[in-house]
C-alpha cells in the first residue's frame, strides 16, 4: 500500500474503538502518538533509494493493542 492511499485519521478512530486486538508498524507521526501514546518497539532502520541511489534512515515504530490479558514481549 502506499501511505497517500489510506485515511489515516478514520484508522486512527477504528483502532480507538476496536473490540479487537490489533498491531500497527508504521513510521512516527504525532497522530499516532496522541491517539495511542509511545510505541511500545521501535527501531531505525536504512532504507535504499533506488531513484537517486542514497540510503535513508527512517524510523519503524509498532503499536499493539490486545483485547486479552496476555502480554506481548518483543
Known amino acids: 500500500y502506499h ?3 489510506v485515511d489515516h ?3 486512527v478512530d477504528l483502532l480507538l474503538s476496536a473490540k479487537f486486538s490489533w498491531a500497527l508498524s ?3 507521526d504525532p497522530l499516532y502518538t496522541e491517539a495511542f501514546g509511545l510505541p511500545m518497539w ?5 532504507c535504499a533509494m533506488s531513484i537517486n541511489r ?3 534512515r527512517r524510523t519503524e515504530c ?3 493493542r490486545s483485547t ?3 502480554t506481548c514481549v518483543l
Do not use: N
Request: aromatic residues 8%; charged residues 35%; hydrophobic residues 20%.
Open 3 to 5: 501511505s497517500a492511499d
Open 54 to 56: 542514497t540510503t535513508d
Open 62 to 64: 509498532l503499536w499493539l
Open 42 to 46: 521501535q527501531q531505525e532502520r536504512s
Open 26 to 28: 508504521e513510521y512516527p
Open 9 to 11: 485519521e478514520e484508522m
Open 68 to 70: 486479552t490479558q496476555e
